[in-house]
T-cell receptor, first 113, second 112 residues
Framework: AQSVTQPDIHITVSEGASLELRCNYS??????LFWYVQSPGQGLQLLLK??????LVQGIKGFEAEFKRSQSSFNLRKPSVHWSDAAEYFC???????????FGTGTRLQVFP | NAGVTQTPKFRILKIGQSMTLQCTQD?????MYWYRQDPGMGLKLIYY???????DKGEVPNGYNVSRSTTEDFPLRLELAAPSQTSVYFC???????????FGDGTRLSIL
């Protein structure tokens, strides 16, 4: 069965520091992979997606993610975090041909000034 | 640009009451979804639809019903509200497999 694991429930970083959020997936075929961000009281906003091609994908707000098939990972990175990046981040994998998404349990990012 | 609109934003129900959570999208998307989000659990798929007149169960469908009479609307019905249904509910839509899902702002539902 498909699954997504985000091993870090909560991460705290200082503003200006680099960030890496981990995501591992289990899926039999080449997956569609997504990172979403959720600010408090808001819905989910797409940061970036991977379908095929270049394994390093660029997203909005200066985020990037790298698909590593050998490690079944799709980690999210940002070189310098801003206070406004504090939010919850969800990794998701597309399953099957009905566009169902399987979400990880999320990583809450806290940013200290 | 409206996107995906959910109403109401907040609601408190008594056990055993019924209600319908509304979801409408103006992007002419065929695929629509209902999720619930509980703390520390991520999003769980309740029901989804691949087009008007077609619905199917997701991971956690018990206690819910849906209908899809039009492309735009995908209401979620709770017939007999239970405390376990206290959650934040999100509706989402997408046009195709190679496009991301667009989410509404959610409905926060408390059942007391």
């Amino acid at each position: 069965a498909q699954s997504v694991t985000q091993p870090d429930i909560h991460i705290t970083v200082s503003e200006g520091a680099s960030l890496e959020l981990r995501c591992n997936y289990s899926y039999g075929a080449t997956p569609y992979l997504f990172w979403y961000v959720q600010s408090p009281g808001q819905g989910l906003q797409l940061l970036l997606k991977y379908f095929s091609g270049d394994t390093l994908v660029q997203g909005i707000k200066g985020f990037e993610a790298e698909f590593k098939r050998s490690q079944s990972s799709f980690n999210l990175r940002k070189p310098s975090v801003h206070w406004s990046d504090a939010a919850e981040y969800f990794c998701a994998v597309g399953a099957g041909n009905t566009d169902k998404l399987i979400f990880g349990t999320g990583t809450r990012l806290q940013v200290f000034p | 640009n409206a996107g995906v609109t959910q109403t109401p934003k907040f609601r408190i129900l008594k056990i055993g009451q019924s209600m319908t959570l509304q979801c409408t999208q103006d992007m002419n998307h065929n695929y629509m979804y209902w999720y619930r989000q509980d703390p520390g659990m991520g999003l769980k798929l309740i029901y989804y639809s691949v087009g008007a007149g077609i619905t199917d169960k997701g991971e956690v469908p018990n206690g819910y019903n849906v209908s899809r009479s039009t492309t735009e609307d995908f209401p979620l019905r709770l017939e007999l509200a239970a405390p376990s249904q206290t959650s934040v509910y999100f509706c989402a839509s997408t046009g195709s497999q190679d496009q991301p899902q667009h989410f509404g702002d959610g409905t926060r539902l408390s059942i007391l």
